[in-house]
């Protein structure tokens, strides 16, 4: 059975939590640690088995957990990573790895100087069952070649301090993970460019909506619009066109509604909600890797979290310059391929 440690209780992690309580299996949480220590606490109590502990290095380090989630606020990612690697446990670590390529680069030197692949980035959209059989589509060749694809990340509403940059990190990181997955090739081109406001838009440090244009290295095109404050639900498309044909990723199903002359369906502005399954299939294959003792290939490794930060300090590069930004990947060291 798999002792867990988890680093940062707030709505995210506390689905991890009760996931890892009730639907994995093979996995128990140990310890709990959160900068509030009145909510964790309460997060906590149905399950008198587990602990709380304040300093989250000392969750990392004790006996009692064989492997850490972190899902704290994203500046704190690296550090934690960096911690887990030095005691050689596995670590789920929700994205960003790091806010910068830099920071990112330094979990991974220490990942394969430690000698083990032992981090799996929260990238839940490749466990998602519509985007698997949009990629299996893809990459099978029946449509050709893909040329463009077209995506949008809106949530309903995001609290007033969310920003450019966290827009960018938190949110469009998604987009640049699971697309690069997606058709197989890496970016090397990014732009943001920003339209007309929304009057939704809580902060003036917020462009919202913002779209982002990356090109891939055989120059496949990829816009995405990221849309925080959409106000009307929590929606996430995505549409490739390729030589022969176009994929559009299904959304979930709901029930049809006919009344008052009026055909519709209900949407829901849950997030974490609409990626039930695939959050829950990530942390299942999580789970089954550690107590195998291994990794699990299908699951975005630190490599992947450090090109995702590469890409992403190149659009927060052009937030500024306005100006197409290079995004200076090598290639993947064999230790993850
Ligand atoms: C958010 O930052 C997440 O981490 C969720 O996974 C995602 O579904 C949501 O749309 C993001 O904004």
């Known amino acids: 059975m798999l002792k867990v440690g988890i680093i940062g209780v707030g709505s995210m992690g506390t689905q991890h939590f009760l996931r890892l309580m009730n639907k994995i299996n093979g996995a128990v949480v140990t310890a709990v640690s959160d900068v509030n220590e009145a909510?964790?606490?309460?997060v906590i109590a149905p399950y008198p088995s587990v602990r709380y502990i304040p300093d989250p290095v000392e969750l990392i380090h004790d006996p009692e957990v064989d492997a850490i989630v972190i899902v704290s606020i994203d500046s704190t990612h690296e550090e934690y990573c960096l911690e887990a690697i030095k005691c050689q446990k596995y670590i789920f670590c929700e994205k960003p790895l790091s806010a910068t390529a830099a920071g990112a680069k330094k979990v991974v030197d220490a990942e394969i100087a430690g000698g083990k692949r032992l981090i799996q980035m929260g990238f839940n959209r490749r466990f998602d069952p519509?985007?698997?059989?949009?990629?299996a589509l893809v990459v099978s060749g029946r449509l050709g070649e893909p040329l463009v694809a077209h995506c949008a990340h809106r949530?309903?509403?995001?609290?007033?301090?969310?920003?450019?940059?966290?827009?960018?990190?938190?949110?469009?990181?998604?987009?640049?993970?699971?697309?690069a997955w997606l058709v197989g090739d890496y970016f090397t081109k990014a732009q943001v460019i920003f339209p007309k406001r929304s009057r939704h838009s809580k902060n003036e440090n917020l462009h919202d909506p913002m779209i982002i244009i990356l090109t891939t290295s055989s120059g496949m095109v990829i816009n995405c619009e990221i849309w925080v404050n959409c106000q009307y639900a929590y929606d996430i498309r995505c549409e490739v066109l390729c030589e022969d044909g176009t994929a559009t990723l299904p959304r979930p199903s709901r029930v049809d509604v006919c009344t008052a002359q009026q055909h519709f369906t209900g949407m829901t502005t849950d997030g974490l909600g609409y990626f039930a399954e695939a959050y829950d299939r990530e942390f299942q294959a999580w789970a089954d890797a550690c107590n195998a003792d291994t990794y699990c290939a299908?699951?975005?490794?630190?490599?992947?979290?450090?090109?995702?930060?590469?890409?992403?300090d190149a659009c927060l590069k052009s937030q500024k310059s306005g100006a197409v930004e290079e995004i200076p990947l090598t290639e993947s060291p064999d230790f993850y391929k």
């Open 298 to 312: 299908g699951a975005a490794s630190a490599w992947d979290g450090y090109c995702a930060a590469v890409t992403t």
């Open 155 to 179: 949530n309903a509403n995001y609290p007033a301090q969310y920003d450019d940059v966290v827009a960018v990190t938190g949110t469009a990181i998604h987009e640049i993970d699971t697309m």
């Open 39 to 42: 909510h964790a606490k309460e």
């Open 130 to 135: 519509s985007y698997e059989e949009l990629k």
